[in-house]
């Protein structure tokens, strides 16, 4: 069974920056990962997602060019460099993990296909 736990939150101003950190306890260096975020009373909604091998990433348009999401499977941690935060990007972000048997290009943005999840890290960017 895996377990992830996130860290790297806080407050910042906007046009900070956050680098987010998600391990894991047991092996995730076979399975897609993927970075999802909920704001307050709103549903959760996917920021960004790595392939097993970590050679393909996908991310939201909102967040494309300033988010960058890594691996290092030898540790079995996911990152998620944030960079020229905006107060929209303000929610609590988790990790998640895509359970299963994949080729090593492949990743998913659809939440319900992950099966691993923290409990969340909150991200408070003021303006």
């Known amino acids: 069974q895996v377990q992830l736990e996130e860290s790297g939150g806080g407050l910042v101003q906007a046009g900070g920056s956050l680098r987010l950190s998600c391990a894991a306890t047991g092996r995730t260096s076979s399975i897609p990962m993927g970075w999802f975020r909920q704001a307050p009373g709103k549903e959760r909604k996917f920021v960004a997602a790595?392939?097993?091998?970590?050679?393909?990433?996908g991310y939201a348009d909102s967040v494309k060019g300033r988010f960058t999401i890594a691996r290092d499977n030898a540790r079995d941690t996911l990152y998620l460099q944030m960079l020229n935060l905006k107060p929209e990007d303000t929610a609590v972000y988790y990790c998640?993990?895509?359970?299963?048997?994949?080729?090593?290009?492949?990743?998913?943005?659809?939440?319900?296909?992950?099966?691993?999840w923290g409990q969340g890290t909150q991200v408070t960017v003021s303006a």
């Open positions: 998640a993990g895509d359970a299963g048997y994949y080729p090593a290009g492949y990743f998913s943005s659809d939440e319900e296909e992950y099966e691993y």
């Open positions: 790595i392939s097993w091998s970590g050679g393909t990433t």
